[in-house]
């Protein structure tokens, strides 16, 4: 995986979360499940690590890790209270 490939991959993991986002706050669970599985298919490039990266494309990714963590916890703000209603 070369400097490209590791900006792609969190460029789609950050364009498939802010889908999530989307389909969360309009409770389209059908939708978000479906991202959340692609999103997974996605970050599996990951799994082994991926190279270092210096200058403008180290911190592109920490810009893409950062909208993707926003983005993450956007999902949980409305899916966590919605988790404690049906257990509850």
């Given amino acids: 995986m070369n400097s490209t490939d590791v900006l792609s ?8 979360t802010s889908k999530m986002v989307i389909a969360a706050q309009g409770s389209d669970w059908t939708s978000l499940d479906r991202l959340e599985n692609q999103c997974a298919v996605q970050s599996v490039g990951a799994l082994g690590g991926v190279p270092a990266l ?35």
Wanted: without cysteine.
């Fill in 54 to 88: 210096e200058g403008s494309a180290r911190q592109r990714k920490i810009d893409l890790l950062k909208q993707i963590m926003a983005n993450d916890r956007a999902i949980r703000d409305v899916t966590e209270p919605w988790m404690g209603r049906l257990n509850g």
């Fill in 9 to 16: 991959m969190y460029e789609n993991i950050a364009g498939l």
